[in-house]
């Protein structure tokens, strides 16, 4: 099924673009100045109040109007990867605050610069506390993947709409495909856990008194 | 000035919102010189550290090290890397072990490479007593232990003097012993030190000298031994008088 994998490359590269734009954002709300601050939280609350399909078409229609046409996929990615920036944004910020404050002081005190002290001390343990609700957000953007049938691509959901109306079997296609969606969660859940359990940090967490 | 002053500290001021906390502190540090602040609580002692490497400028008032003026430096970094800090709650980088938490300011601010990065964070470790923990992670080492890797990633960073700041105060009173012990050796070895403490047995048995704050103002400097048995202010006597039942109280 081709229509599945549009719908992983959809949400892998919607993804990435959520984590580029999501991780400096986070960065900037936890050691931006004011300007910085207000600046990202109006983009968030925007982000995160506009329905998905209405940000899509404003980025397929919309954009046009002003000179800019996009193709569809970039179209796509933008607006789902946008937006994740907003919500993949708050969880970074939400883990570096939990790891910063007197670890960050630790490393300034050691003479490191702020930013190589984000990247070499904060930073690493902030992608591991963010890793569950990353799960997370990827299984929602997995499955908002399908707005973009609305803008033509043919996604998973939209074959299987071919399929259907081709041979008329609706509730069986659509039981596939919902599989389909299922699986593809699965998988990532047992990606990420994967990650998680091989980059925990012995002591913290559930293998608390496994050490001697 | 005399060049044997490797600290000096001239006229500080800080304010917290309406909340002078600092109303004009000097004094300074010879190398060598081990001194402990003691005070009541919120009396200052903490900012004091905290302004020397200038993670929380003063508002008035000017720090030396050697010739450097730290407060108006255009190179804070360079600075920092010559004081090492132990701070009360440890500071130590969860992700790393004992080791690791050691050798990344050997790393990626000596810009030592690996292998001498190493050698020198074992040799650290070892000065504290914890070389078969150099593999365990903070999470896996008691409070007293944390505290020692601690020091080892100040000392390996090799700097010309090192601020404790209430080192032991997280720990209960079995552990405090270790770290005392660590810290003693320090200065046995002639590391300079500029200590903030509540633990009088061992201020008076370590310091070259204690400085007596209260209210932001320093009330009284002196050798320990004068300080405890025949200090110039009365206030000074009442403070080290109840603390020193008080701790010794505790420690049965």
């Known amino acids: ?212 | 000035m005399s060049n044997n002053h490797l600290l000096r500290i001239e006229n500080l001021h800080k304010s917290f919102g309406n909340n002078e906390v600092l109303k004009g502190i000097s004094f300074h540090l010879n190398v060598g010189e081990t001194k402990v602040v003691v005070g009541p609580s919120g009396t200052g002692k903490s900012t004091i550290l905290n302004h020397i490497n200038m993670l929380v400028p003063p508002d008035q008032g000017h720090i030396y090290l050697e010739n450097v003026d730290v407060t108006t430096t255009t190179d804070i970094h360079k600075v920092r890397q010559e004081i090492g800090f132990v701070f009360q709650d440890f500071g130590l980088f969860n992700h790393l072990t004992a080791k690791g938490n050691v050798m990344i300011g050997l790393l990626r601010v000596k810009k030592m490479d690996k292998k001498e990065a190493e050698e020198l964070a074992l040799f650290e470790l070892e000065r504290v007593g914890l070389t078969e923990f150099a593999n365990s992670y903070p999470a896996q080492l008691s409070g007293g232990q944390k505290q020692r890797v601690g020091i080892a990633r100040a000392l390996a960073m090799q700097p010309k003097l090192i601020l404790f700041d209430e080192p032991t105060s997280a720990l209960d009173p079995e552990l405090t012993g270790e770290v005392l012990t660590v810290m003693r050796s320090l200065a046995d070895e002639g590391m300079t030190m500029l200590i903030v403490t509540h633990e009088m047995g061992f201020a008076r048995t370590v310091a070259d000298e204690m400085i007596f704050m209260e209210y932001g103002k320093i009330v009284e400097q002196a050798p320990p031994e004068k300080l405890f048995t025949n200090p110039e202010q009365k206030r000074t006597k009442e403070f080290l008088f109840k603390l020193t039942e008080l701790y010794s109280e505790g420690e049965k």
């Not at chain 1, 734009?21 to 936890?30: D, I, K, N």
């Not at chain 1, 389909?180 to 002591?203: D, W």
């Open chain 1, 1 to 212: 099924m081709e229509g599945a994998l549009v719908t992983v490359r959809l949400a892998i590269v919607s993804m990435l673009i959520g984590f580029i734009f999501g991780l400096p954002l986070a960065f900037g709300q936890v050691y931006g100045n004011k300007f910085i601050k207000g600046i990202i939280s109006i983009y968030e609350r925007i982000a995160r109040s506009i329905p998905l399909l209405v940000i899509l078409f404003l980025i397929f229609y919309g954009l046009p109007r002003m000179g800019i046409r996009l193709p569809e996929f970039l179209a796509a990615v933008l607006a789902l990867g946008l937006r994740s920036a907003a919500y993949q944004s708050q969880i970074y910020r939400g883990a570096i605050q939990s790891v910063s404050g007197s670890q960050m002081r630790a490393a300034l005190s050691m003479g490191m610069k702020k930013f190589t002290a984000f990247f070499y001390v904060i930073l690493p343990q902030a992608v591991r506390i963010a890793i569950p609700p990353i799960g997370n957000e990827s299984a929602i953007l997995l499955k908002d993947t399908s707005v973009v049938y609305a803008i033509g691509m043919s996604e998973l959901l939209r074959q299987g709409f071919y399929i259907f109306t081709n041979n008329g079997e609706a509730t069986t296609i659509l039981l596939a495909v919902a599989l389909i969606y299922y699986i593809l969660t699965m998988i990532i859940n047992k990606l990420l856990s994967l990650f998680e359990k091989k980059y925990k940090i012995p002591g913290i967490g559930i293998e608390v008194g496994v050490n001697e």
